[in-house]
């Protein structure tokens, strides 16, 4: 399967979520593209299957750059799949994974995952304890969703 990972990341929390979990999803045997939404425009991402977008919360909502990316975004072909990642200082607090969903809404995409929350512990991180094994099982839950 060919995924994408299209992230933002201010202070590197997010995108070592990122290179761990495209590490986790090549091991099983994907081919895992990772792109900065900084260094990709929103009308060239390449063909997948599914797309993970990651981005960080900032003041309780999805981080400017991604939003700016979500509402710009055009993929090129139909039925593909998507799931959203935020890393957050208060997860009961943010609304990312919604305004993400919501920006998604109106593309050709299908949600196969609520998403998934990872704490950072401080305004620059760390992230928290167990964070991989976070990511092991989202990793799972959405490659058995796919089958």
Known sequence: MKICIAYESKFGNGKGCMEYLQGVMSKKGHDVEMLSVREIEPTSLPSADLYIFSSPTQIGSLAGKMKKFL?????????????????????????SLKTMEKLLQSRDLSKVSDGLMIKVTGMKGPLESGYKEKLDTFAEDILKSLQ
């Open 71 to 95: 509402k710009k975004l055009e993929i090129s072909q139909g039925g593909a799949k998507y799931a959203p990642v935020t890393t957050c200082l208060n997860p009961p607090k943010t609304k």
